[in-house]
């Protein structure tokens, strides 16, 4: 074996690692996890189970960007001052990762036909 074909061997054996190396990468779609007994009650919904972080960032940008968005209507004093900062770090933390997240659900089915009831 010559050593330029040993060379492309190992470029190319470093490649596909570097390739697969995203399959057991962590997940940093979320920065933190539904509560428990939240978590439990929306886990059997998933299509799959791979799609939890997915869920994991819906329930990030429910509890801290809708909230926020709405207290800017409940203090207009301020509206000028902190809508700003609102738009830049919702924009900052999330958009990326939200319109990642929605580009995929439109390709896959996240949670199964059905099963809308969660109480």
């Known amino acids: 074996m010559s050593r330029a074909s040993h060379s492309d ?8 690692e570097a390739a697969n190396a995203d399959l057991t990468a962590e997940r ?5 996890r539904l509560p428990g007994w939240l978590e439990a009650r929306l886990r059997p919904l998933l299509q799959d189970q791979r799609d939890l972080p997915i869920l994991y960032l819906f329930f990030n940008v429910s509890v801290t960007v809708l909230p926020a968005g709405l207290s800017l209507f409940a203090c207009p004093a301020w509206t000028k ?5 609102y738009l830049t770090c919702s924009y900052v933390l999330f958009l990326e990762r939200y319109l990642l997240a929605l580009h995929y659900s439109q ?7 059905g099963r809308y009831v969660i109480a």
């Open 81 to 85: 001052l902190l809508g700003p900062l």
């Open 107 to 113: 390709h896959r089915r996240l949670f199964k036909r």
């Open 28 to 32: 940093k779609e979320f920065y933190f």
């Open 9 to 16: 061997g190992a470029k190319q054996a470093r490649a596909v």
